[in-house]
Nanobody, 124 residues
Framework: QVQLVEFGGGSVQPGGSLRLSCTAS????????MGWFRQTPGKERELLGS????????YQVNSVQGRFTVSSDIAKSTVHLQMNNLKPEDTAVYYC?????????????????WGQGTQVTVSP
């Protein structure tokens, strides 16, 4: 079992920045990939980026590339999502997730464990 706890959400004005963090505990040695997702009401959960737990290789979806960056601090069993130049359309609940098996970094399916989600609100 892997437990994930996210923190760092909140409210910010357009153009601002936030850094989300997700700390894993439990069987962290079993993690292959960590992913960041977001979801708004009535929409599917959207993959934003992912990172290989051990190698640090990252993937970023085109829609947020240049504004969002995924990174990790393995020593602290933590992954981060740095979000810059935030826009109102970035308002959503953001989730981190852990996947045990090896799939392509761009694959949005087959994540095994999820954090509780953290709200990000971007408004003037």
């Amino acid at each position: 079992q892997v437990q994930l706890v996210e923190f760092g959400g909140g409210s910010v004005q357009p153009g601002g920045s936030l850094r989300l963090s997700c700390t894993a505990s439990g069987r962290t040695d079993s993690i292959n990939t960590m992913g960041w997702f977001r979801q708004t009401p009535g929409k599917e959960r959207e993959l934003l980026g992912s990172i290989r737990w051990k190698s640090g290789v990252t993937y970023q979806v085109n829609s947020v590339q240049g504004r969002f960056t995924v990174s990790s601090d393995i020593a602290k069993s933590t992954v981060h999502l740095q979000m810059n130049n935030l826009k109102p359309e970035d308002t959503a609940v953001y989730y981190c997730a852990a996947r045990i098996r090896n799939y392509d970094l761009a694959a949005r399916a087959n994540y095994d464990y999820w954090g509780q989600g953290t709200q990000v609100t971007v408004s003037p």
